[in-house]
């Protein structure tokens, strides 16, 4: 018997019903299982800033303190979802520093997407720099200094 003979049964109801919600419902699944909405990477932040740098959160992940134009080591396993990110550190340093004991949030915008994460990354630099900006890198290895870190420290040894 037909689909279509059926359709006045109740038993062809529930087919036809059933069919549907099928054709409706696998599509969904399947886009679900597309969709990342975070990744676990290795984190280290490295600093371009004349001051020792405290209580380094990422996303609320505590993330250590550094000493003048430092980095933290590595913080393995840091939970990044995708989005929009805070970032936020505390300067400190010798009585008299310029700034000791502000709090600075990161200026501009820190989105992290899946687009901007290549293959095979396993590691996000992150790096501070004097005007309160951050910059993200995405590497397979641990994160070198910026083209843009490197002009501030020697621009600094001059």
């Known amino acids: ?91 400190d340093g010798p009585e008299g520093t310029p700034r000791i004991g502000e709090v600075v949030t990161a200026k501009g915008p820190l989105v992290i997407s899946p687009e901007q994460i290549p293959p095979g990354t396993r590691y996000l630099g992150i790096h501070l720099y004097p005007d309160d900006t951050v910059e993200f890198t995405f590497v397979e290895g641990l994160p070198k200094q910026t083209a843009r870190g490197q002009k501030i420290r020697s621009d600094r040894t001059k």
């Open 1 to 91: 018997m037909s689909i279509w003979k059926q359709g006045r049964t109740k038993e062809g109801r529930r087919l036809a019903l059933g069919l549907m919600a099928c054709g409706l419902l696998l599509p969904l699944a399947a886009c679900r299982q597309a969709v990342r909405k975070e990744i676990w990477l290795n984190v280290e932040v490295i600093s371009y800033i004349d001051h020792v740098i405290t209580n380094i959160f990422f996303n609320g992940t505590p993330l250590g303190v550094m000493n003048w134009y430092g980095a933290t080591g590595t913080i393995a396993g840091v939970q990044i979802p995708f989005g929009v990110q805070t970032l936020h550190w505390e300067l």
